[in-house]
């Protein structure tokens, strides 16, 4: 022992404690004591002493020796406890080691106490040394990427390391599970004989398996396997070490796979390959070689490349591939005559590429082909270029410096033609510019374009390299331009039946809106003679209008452009097109507008007219000018916002704000300022109808208005219209007039127009129908692949954008559901190839416009109708 032990006596006999502390002593023990003979003294001394050692007797006044042991295990858990009594009977002396009590003295054996303490402070350093080495080993097994399990004989395990987790999940639930649970049954018994192999010789072994996981996944594994044996020298568990080699598998496979495809695009590329030493000399040469040069690899190797080169080539050649040895990673093109081993000369070219310093390769890399048959056909096209004696189209030929050398009889016929002596004279003005131009870069001039007596030639000049002139060819365009100028006609033609087309179509889809809002505010109760007489001459009016459109649709047949999404932002920019001039140049106006906003349920004339009214009054508002700002933006309403204002209700709501900078007003206006003929202007300057009919659009859309406004400090109007969701009171009035039953199946719905989709669906669902949305055919077979089961009905435009048309679109959904039922709709008319694709109007047709009642009664006969 050594160093100065802190030992705390726990005793209430003082007697007692004075006979401890004379026994340490006399035992030469360096120590310092700390009496305590209560409990309360007993924990200021665990807590404020410290101490190395307790030595604590058994029978005590207000708790026993066991306590006091408990207690020092909560506060001091690592401090040695030694039972010193004279009370204490071998049972109980037995109970307190099996808590936790390091030794027991008699105190009539007092004499052992020395014996005692160093024996428990022997244990705690030995405990405390196999605690960090414990540690040491949970920290080494626990941060290890190796596999570490052991296993008992049969091959179950006792232990896995935290590093499993990440293939065969918790360790903790893989103990006493057998180590072959996981290993692909292809492999099973070769590692069970592996295992028992090594349990019986007791020398570990090294095996790879698979491990088959419960994902159907496959992971390599890698093992060595070892012995523990037990203090009897016999083999008591295997040690497994394994390790994950999937990656490395699958990269020595990739490499493998890429060994095999190098070796299959040398063997059989066209081109032949070969390496080169620094000194030219060939260390390689691949398959092709022969088919090229007539030598095959081991006649080429070790040879001086340059040796077959033809002399005439082989400075140039020498230079290059000199000169590349310098640069690493560069490449230069070689051309030039290489001897056959039939003794001809063959022309080659290719390139070089200096990779000497590349791991694997350390060559020059040659990649040549045999071009001798190319450079026969080219000196025999120069040939025969030079000759066109009986090109029925003029040929000249001029010398680098402008004098004309040939002409065939064809020019000279030209000249004539053209009244003019020379065939010289019928060339394009700048002739000495084109030519020095052609022979300088070597690039062909052409489209150069001459009018005479009324016909026009293009000619074509190509400069010959070889002999220093340039070759000029001439064609006769007169007929083709004229062609051209009947096609630019044609197709001017074709421009504007597009564009009628387009309107037409457009049209159709504003009207089919107009006529289906104008039928359902018709279906209104409480609508008034004259608003009724209104809504039908607006009907009657796009009657017309579609008759116009259907006579643009047979002058045209053409496919149409797609028409813009319709929703609150759109309108706001509609309307602001006009207001510039309503304002006048006194009031600026600013737009302020949300992104992805959703849509709203409403008219859109409305719509414009409650913004326009917005506008004007707050115009009038600002007589010296001021500043006017229309915004669009989302809000989320909850219950308590309810309840302060009577009006709202919870839910999420598209708003349009109003606010100007103009003279504002007091809460007696703010009363009164949505009654009907109320107003503040001056006789003869206001109806007092233009807020009341704002009040009124916003109440048929189901939706409020707030307004703020402070007298010298302007007002902010803003509109709550539900997003996204239709007029509840407005369809059930239609239900009310309408005779056509509805019903509750799922109608697909594709339509790329925004606003015509949107009325489309208020009207199904008003009549029960599920309805799922697509805005072209491509997102529509997106929602079939995952609504196929329930869509009952297909209702499609025929022209939709991104290539899938509503033909195509409902060929692919009956070829997988032929009980699948189909409307078609389109804003061209049925006579325009509607009979030939089997369609019949109000069954599987609906003629774009088209009224609500009108759609609803088709769905239902399409629905209804056996197939």
Not at 115 to 139: G, M, V
Not at 184 to 211: C, L, M, N, W
Not at 313 to 323: F, H, P, V
Not at 402 to 411: C, S
């Amino acid at each position: 022992m050594t160093g100065n032990l802190r030992i705390l006596i726990l005793e209430d006999r003082t007697l007692d404690a004075q006979l401890v502390e004379r026994e340490l002593r006399r035992s030469k023990i360096d120590f310092t004591a700390r009496y305590a003979g209560s409990k309360e003294d007993y924990l200021k001394g665990l807590d404020e002493f410290a101490p190395d050692v307790i030595l604590s007797d058994y029978s005590l006044p207000d708790f026993d020796g066991m306590q006091a042991l408990r207690l020092a295990q909560e506060h001091a858990a690592q401090v040695p406890f030694i039972i010193v009594t004279g009370t204490i009977n071998e049972e109980t002396a037995v109970e307190c080691m099996k808590a936790g009590a390091v030794d027991y003295v008699l105190k009539e054996h007092i004499g052992r106490i020395a014996a005692a303490i160093q024996f428990a402070l022997e244990k705690k350093h030995a405990e405390s040394k196999l605690r960090e080495s414990e540690e040491l080993l949970r920290l080494i097994t626990d941060n290890v990427t190796d596999l570490i399990a052991i296993l008992d004989l049969q091959g179950k395990r006792l232990y896995n390391s935290a590093s499993y987790r990440e293939i065969l999940g918790d360790p903790r639930f893989l103990q006493g599970t057998s180590s072959f649970k996981e290993i692909h049954p292809d492999d099973v018994a070769q590692i069970k004989r592996v295992f028992e192999e090594t349990v019986s010789t007791g020398t570990g072994k090294r095996g790879e398996y698979r491990f088959l996981l419960n994902d159907g996944s496959v992971r390599n594994i890698e093992s060595q396997g070892s012995v523990i044996r037990d203090q009897k020298g016999n083999v008591d568990k295997v040690l497994v070490v394994s390790r994950d080699v999937t990656e490395r598998k699958r990269a020595e496979e990739e490499l493998r796979r890429s060994e095999e495809r190098f070796r299959a695009l040398i063997e059989n590329s066209s081109d032949a390959i070969v390496l080169l030493n620094p000194s030219s000399v060939v260390l390689y040469a691949g398959p092709s070689t022969e088919r090229v040069i007539g030598y095959g690899n081991e006649e080429f190797v070790g040879r001086r490349f340059f040796e077959l080169i033809h002399p005439e080539d082989t400075q140039r050649a020498m230079s290059l591939l000199n000169g590349l040895t310098q640069k690493t990673g560069h490449t230069v093109r070689i051309e030039c005559r290489v001897r056959h081993k039939d003794g001809s000369w063959r022309w080659t070219e290719g390139t070089a590429k200096n990779l000497l310093d590349a791991p694997g390769v350390q060559a020059l890399v040659v990649n040549y082909r045999d071009i001798t048959e190319r450079k026969t056909a080219e000196a025999e096209i120069q040939k025969l270029a030079a000759f066109p004696l009986y090109n029925p189209n003029p040929i000249l030929e001029l010398s680098a410096d402008g004098t004309l050398t040939y002409f065939n009889d064809a020019a000279q016929q030209a000249a004539r033609l053209f009244g003019k002596k020379l065939p010289r004279e019928i060339l394009p003005p700048g002739v000495k510019d084109i030519i020095e131009t052609c022979l300088g870069t070597g690039k062909s001039a052409t489209g150069r374009e001459v009018t005479m007596e009324g016909r026009t030639l293009s000619w074509s000049f190509f400069p010959i390299l070889v002999s220093q002139v340039v070759q000029c060819y001439a064609f006769d365009i007169t007929e083709r331009l004229t062609l051209e100028a009947q096609l630019r006609q044609s197709q001017k033609m074709e421009s504007v039946g597009q564009l009628a087309a387009g309107v037409a179509h457009d049209f159709n889809n504003i009207l089919t809106i107009i006529q289906g809002h104008a039928e359902l505010l018709l279906t209104e109760a409480k609508a008034s003679p004259h608003r009724v007489e209104a809504l039908k001459q607006i009907s009657h009016a796009a009657t017309r209008a579609a008759n116009l459109t259907r006579q643009l649709l047979t002058f045209s047949r053409r496919q149409v452009m797609q028409p813009k999404i319709l929703d609150l932002n759109e309108v706001v920019g509609n309307v602001t097109k006009m207001l510039n001039r309503l304002l006048g140049e006194s009031i600026t106006l600013q737009c302020n507008y949300a992104s992805n906003l959703p849509p709203v349920l409403a008219d859109p004339g409305m719509m414009e007219q409650l913004i326009m009214n917005l506008a004007v009054n707050a115009r009038d508002a600002m007589p010296k000018g001021g500043q006017l700002i229309i915004s669009t933006f989302t809000t989320e309403i909850d219950e308590g916002y309810v309840l302060d204002h009577a009006e709202a209700r919870a839910g999420d709501f598209v708003c349009l704000g109003v606010s100007d900078t103009g003279t504002g007003m007091d809460n007696a206006t703010l009363g009164r300022i949505f009654e009907p003929f109320f107003t503040t202007k001056e006789v003869g300057k206001g109806t007092g109808l233009g807020l009341a009919t704002v009040y009124g659009i916003v109440k048929l859309h189901n939706g409020w208005i707030e307004v703020e406004s402070r007298v010298g400090m302007g007002s902010t109007f803003t509109v709550f219209l539900p997003a996204g969701k239709a007029d509840a009171a407005a369809t059930a009035s239609v239900a009310d007039k309408s005779s056509v039953r509805g019903g509750n199946e799922t109608i697909l719905v594709v339509e790329d127009e925004t606003a015509l989709r949107g009325l489309i669906r208020g009207v199904l669902q008003h009549y029960g129908y599920h309805v799922l949305e697509a805005t072209a055919g491509n997102e529509a077979l997106k929602v079939w692949e995952q609504h196929a089961a329930q869509i009952d009905l297909l209702l499609t435009d025929m022209v939709l954008p991104n290539g899938v048309d509503g033909n195509d679109l409902a060929g692919e959904m009956q070829r997988q559901k032929p009980v699948l039922k189909v409307v078609f709709t389109s804003g061209y008319s049925l006579e325009l190839g509607g009979e030939e694709a089997g369609l019949e109007d109000g069954l599987n047709f609906l003629q774009k416009p088209f009224q609500p009642l009108t759609l609803a009664r088709t769905v239902r006969r399409c629905l209804d109708h056996a197939v």
